[in-house]
């Protein structure tokens, strides 16, 4: 079983920064064969994409983050970083980190993961 904590979250304003961080631990969990994410989900919303780093350390970034967020592995074993710089309003949302032994074609895909965090609120003022 596979234990995520998130932390991090809070109350910003628009085009600050915070930066989120997702701690795993259990005793399957392996950074060398697990992918680990962020999806976020808004109020009345769909859980979206936000960023994955896969077990090879490549990255990968919904549309809307692009250029503004970014994903990084920590030098703590077993710890995922998201930086999110120039933040928006529509960056509001609960994000949740979520890890698993996902294929890359399926890494955007939240029905892919099986394990998750119980979340952490991130709100942009205007």
């Known amino acids: 079983q596979v234990q995520l904590v998130e932390s991090g979250g809070g109350l910003v304003q628009a085009g600050g920064s915070l930066r989120l961080s997702c701690a795993a631990s259990?005793?399957?969990?392996?950074?060398?064969?697990?992918?680990m994410a962020w999806f976020r989900q808004a109020p009345g919303k769909e859980r979206e994409f936000v960023a994955a780093?896969?077990?090879?350390?490549?990255?990968y970034y919904g549309d809307s983050v692009k250029g503004r967020f970014t994903i990084s592995r920590g030098n703590v074993r077993n710890t995922v970083h998201l930086q999110m710089d120039r933040l928006k309003p529509e960056d509001t949302a609960v994000y949740y980190c979520?890890?698993?032994?996902?294929?890359?074609?399926?890494?955007?895909?939240?029905?892919?993961?099986?394990?998750w965090g119980q979340g952490t609120q991130v709100t942009v003022s205007s």
């Open positions: 979520a890890a698993h032994r996902v294929i890359l074609s399926s890494i955007r895909n939240p029905d892919m993961y099986a394990n």
């Open positions: 259990g005793s399957t969990f392996s950074s060398s064969s697990y992918a």
């Open positions: 780093i896969s077990r090879s350390s490549h990255t």
